[in-house]
């Protein structure tokens, strides 16, 4: 079964430090916060498995015909929010020019099945998968478009996802920006398609 719903906007403040609130704080501030920018990047929440599959980790499957160029869809995996963004040709051009603001540009560290280890760390380069918890202490990071007013990061921003926890900034490869709190990449989960238009999470073969 597969619907959509609108999560609330996480809470503000530091990362909690009870394990289990900073996960439901995790989950629901992935949702909550890329809402928050949904005029850029519109958000599909889907939670495609049953209780008893999920807390089983399964792997899930995930239709994204219906996810729209730039729009980015949440599905949960083995309790985690897992981000589906369909980047369009500005998002993949703002790839490049900042690597040497990256602390792991080529994705040396194994962040990402080997099929991801590439320039877009993904499968397809217009499709980015990627596990919406940060490196650091599990926060959920916010999606920041390219040209944000918002003050977390400079003006030469090239879009992609700030956490607002301790300042962590990845880019829309989720690869993160030197000097920051974060010591890796944001994590590719294994997943493969099933179909064009149709994804398996959790499971590469
Ligand atoms: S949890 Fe500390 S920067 Fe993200």
Same mark, same amino acid.
């Given at each position: 079964?597969?619907?959509?719903?609108?999560?609330?906007?996480?809470?503000?403040?530091? &990362?909690?430090?009870?394990?289990?609130? *900073?996960?439901?704080?995790?989950?629901?501030?992935?949702? @909550?916060?890329?809402?928050?920018?949904?005029?850029?990047? !519109?958000?599909?929440?889907?939670?495609?498995?049953?209780?008893?599959? *999920?807390?089983?980790?399964?792997?899930?499957?995930?239709?994204?015909?219906? #996810? %729209? %160029?730039?729009?980015?869809?949440?599905?949960?995996?083995?309790?985690?929010?897992?981000?589906?963004?369909?980047?369009? !040709?500005?998002?993949?051009?703002? #790839?490049?020019?900042?690597e @040497?603001?990256?602390?792991d540009p080529e994705s040396a560290?194994?962040?990402?099945?080997? &099929?991801?280890r590439?320039a877009?760390?993904?499968? *397809?380069?217009?499709?980015?998968?990627?596990?919406?918890?940060?490196?650091?202490?599990?926060?959920?990071?916010?999606?920041?478009?390219?040209?944000?007013?918002?003050?977390?990061?400079?003006?030469?921003? %090239?879009?992609?996802?700030?956490?607002?926890?301790? @300042?962590?900034?990845?880019?829309?490869?989720? *690869?993160?920006?030197?000097?920051?709190?974060?010591?890796?990449?944001?994590?590719?989960?294994?997943?493969?398609?099933?179909?064009?238009?149709?994804?398996?999470?959790?499971?590469?073969?």
């Amino acid at each position: 079964m597969e619907h959509t719903t609108t999560l609330p906007l996480p809470p503000t403040g530091s &990362a909690p430090d009870d394990p289990d609130r *900073r996960f439901w704080l995790a989950a629901t501030g992935a949702a @909550g916060a890329v809402a928050a920018t949904a005029t850029a990047i !519109p958000l599909v929440s889907s939670f495609a498995p049953s209780e008893r599959a *999920r807390a089983m980790g399964a792997a899930v499957e995930v239709d994204i015909s219906d #996810l %729209p %160029p730039g729009g980015m869809k949440t599905v949960e995996w083995r309790g985690k929010p897992v981000w589906i963004l369909r980047r369009t !040709p500005e998002m993949l051009a703002a #790839l490049k020019g900042h690597e @040497g603001q990256l602390a792991d540009p080529e994705s040396a560290k194994d962040q990402q099945p080997e &099929a991801a280890r590439n320039a877009t760390r993904s499968l *397809r380069p217009e499709v980015f998968v990627a596990i919406g918890i940060c490196t650091h202490l599990g926060c959920s990071p916010t999606a920041l478009p390219a040209g944000t007013a918002n003050p977390s990061v400079g003006s030469d921003w %090239p879009g992609g996802f700030f956490c607002p926890c301790h @300042g962590s900034t990845f880019d829309l490869a989720g *690869r993160v920006f030197k000097n920051k709190p974060a010591p890796t990449n944001l994590e590719i989960p294994p997943h493969a398609y099933l179909a064009d238009q149709r994804l398996r999470i959790g499971d590469a073969s």
